[in-house]
């Protein structure tokens, strides 16, 4: 295999000058230049991830943190991340949350394992980590971008979508529908996120004239398996309800799963509204209408403006991510007999932007 050594014996140049045209950094005679990439080529020489990183000062490597390692929202946020840095030669190193500390912590030593490693930026997702935290990172703290959370002293570093809108979308698409009795199940209490598209949900509902002490309410944790547990409480508890809003995806999938074995039609007695719009949507039995949160959008603008400060790129960077409703087959028309004569009258007021 052609080593660097042999590239510079081939062009007739220094072993510095061969290594500059390699690495990009540094001057060299346009002549020169031209000499030694016909040596590259020549000898298909390829220079190795550790030769990369010693020529150009960095490791070629982001670092990415995530929460946990399961289920079918972060996989795809990876596989985006993973695509868009191996185009230009790089790759990255995934930490996630472990260990027996609570999810802060875990956060802390996940970005400690990064920065240990060598990152030459760090992709963080994480609701756990305080202001604190991200000025406790020094000088790193420049070459950090935070995804789906916003920090005020690195706020041009934080993409996220407008969770307050697409719990208000979550609303509209059900009233739309004619549903006057809701149910929701929410995320953890302790995600701003989920509190923020829970509050747009019952505030559109308000809006609209429902009682929203009248909802009924269960708490998951993001997973299929609480929310099939919370739907077995719903329909334990008798509540009357035509539509369920579950906010994220995962929950929505494992309550469909359960109203399935209870014999609750899904949605010729009830409707069930998802968020986030995952590639779980698309297959489950019914297949999920979903809040459409452009993820991979916000992952690859994110990671564009982390690559232009680690590499002094100059890709294009967007901030705004419109948030939509994908509709599929799991939410229709109330039932004509839950719908009061009053509200079938009334039509949708819709928020103001």
């Excluded at 390692?69 to 840095?85: N, Q, R, S, V, W």
């Excluded at 570093?157 to 059900?174: E, I, K, P, S, Y």
């Excluded at 609209?208 to 009248?214: A, F, V």
């Amino acid at each position: 295999m052609a080593t660097i050594k042999d590239v510079a014996r081939v062009a007739g140049v220094g072993v510095g000058t061969a290594s500059r045209v390699v690495s990009g950094r540094g001057s060299v005679a346009a002549v020169t230049a031209e000499r030694v990439r016909k040596a590259i080529a020549e000898l298909e020489f390829r220079p190795s991830h550790a030769a990369r990183s010693l020529l150009s000062g960095s490791s070629q490597m982001i670092g990415v943190y995530i929460p946990m390692l399961k289920g079918t929202f972060y996989t795809p946020i990876l596989g985006a991340i993973d695509t868009e840095l191996r185009v230009t030669g790089r790759h990255m190193v995934v930490a996630f949350g472990c260990g027996d500390g609570d999810a802060r912590q875990q956060a802390i030593e996940g970005i400690e394992f990064l920065i240990e490693r060598g990152c030459d930026g760090l992709v963080v997702m994480s609701n756990a980590l305080r202001d604190e935290d991200i000025d406790a990172l020094g000088p790193k703290r420049s070459k950090l971008v935070v995804l789906n959370h916003s920090f005020s002293s690195i706020a041009d570093q934080c993409f996220t979508a407008d969770h307050t809108r697409g719990g208000v979308l979550a609303a509209q698409a059900l009233l739309k529908m004619q549903h006057r009795k809701f149910a929701v199940i929410v995320g953890p209490t302790t995600s701003p996120d989920n509190v923020a598209r829970i509050s747009g949900f019952m505030r559109e509902l308000k809006r609209n004239g429902i009682e929203t002490s009248q909802v009924w309410s269960g708490e998951g944790d993001f997973s299929p398996e609480s929310g099939w547990a919370a739907a077995s409480s719903l329909l334990a508890s008798a509540h009357p309800f035509t539509a369920l809003f579950c906010a994220n995806d995962e929950m929505a999938v494992g309550a469909l799963s359960y109203f399935q074995q209870a014999g609750r039609s899904v949605p010729e007695t009830i409707s069930v509204l998802g968020y986030d719009d995952t590639h779980s949507a698309e297959y489950s039995a019914p297949q999920l209408t979903s809040v459409h949160i452009p993820w991979r959008d916000i992952t690859l603008n994110g990671l564009r403006w982390l690559l232009n400060r680690c590499y002094d790129e100059t890709q294009p960077v967007l901030r705004k991510f419109p948030v939509s409703v994908t509709w599929r087959a799991s939410v229709v028309m109330a039932p004509v007999a839950a719908v009061p004569k009053a509200a079938s009258r009334k039509k949708v007021v819709p928020a103001k932007s």
